[in-house]
């Protein structure tokens, strides 16, 4: 069974604060991606990676920065959260193939006070 | 540009049939999603249609015209757990996902 995890479902984060959001995949994908869900608005890239060491800047990465350095694990960054960073973020897994499907992770409630 | 577009919200009662439709515009054409996302949970797998013409699944089937920029995703003999967000994707001339909102749907009893 395939599995995406993130390391939190829920967090509260101060403005300023830099925060470090995990995203492990088990199913050995080489791609992985970042995504922001806003209400109204479809699911936004932020970062993706094609393979490990390996980063490619989606539609709205300003604010964010990624690693990656093993292959099952992608790291989203906030340097300094702002409160318009308050969003779900949600990481995906997919295998090299473009037509197949993104495995996606739980999601991770961010909150910027 | 690029934008697909889906009703913000649609509702049917249990038992009956309901199509959600999906318009797209994008650079380049690599095929058709359809996810579905249960409140609170991470989007799911639906479908996948690079080819013109009704896919089925079980009680789920998804459309796809690529002349029209067009594709619909039919529910049939509804349950109250398919009250979810459905989502359509489709690919750019990158092979990356442009995602519609995602269309609510409000099963009634």
């Known amino acids: 069974d395939v599995k995406v995890t993130q390391s939190s479902r829920y967090l509260v984060k101060r403005t300023g604060e830099k925060v470090f959001l995990e995203c492990v995949q088990d199913?050995?994908?080489?791609?992985m991606f970042w995504y922001r869900q806003d209400p109204g608005l479809g699911l936004r890239l932020i970062y993706f990676?094609?393979?490990?060491?390996?980063?490619e800047k989606g539609d709205i990465p300003e604010g964010y920065s990624v690693s990656r350095e093993k292959k099952e694990r992608f790291s989203l960054i906030l340097e300094s959260a702002s409160t318009n960073q308050t969003s779900m973020y949600l990481c995906?897994?997919?295998?090299?193939?473009?037509?197949?499907?993104?495995?996606f992770g739980p999601g991770t409630r961010l909150l910027v006070l | 540009g690029q934008n697909i577009d889906q009703p913000t919200e649609m509702t049917a009662t249990e038992g009956a049939i309901v199509q959600i439709n999906c318009t797209y515009q994008t650079s380049g054409f690599n095929g058709l999603f359809w996810y579905q996302q249960h409140a609170g949970e991470a989007p799911t797998f639906l479908s996948y249609n690079v080819l013109d013409g009704l896919e089925e699944k079980g009680r789920f089937s998804s459309f796809l015209s690529r002349s029209k920029g067009y594709s619909y995703l039919l529910l049939k003999e509804l349950q109250m757990k398919d009250s979810a967000s459905y989502l359509c994707?489709?690919?750019?001339?990158?092979?990356?996902?442009?995602w519609g909102a995602g269309t609510k749907l409000i099963i009634k009893p």
């Open positions: 995906a897994s997919r295998t090299g193939d473009v037509i197949e499907t993104q495995y």
């Open positions: 994707a489709t690919t750019d001339s990158n092979y990356q996902l442009i």
């Open positions: 199913m050995d994908h080489e791609n």
């Open positions: 990676s094609y393979d490990v060491k390996m980063k």
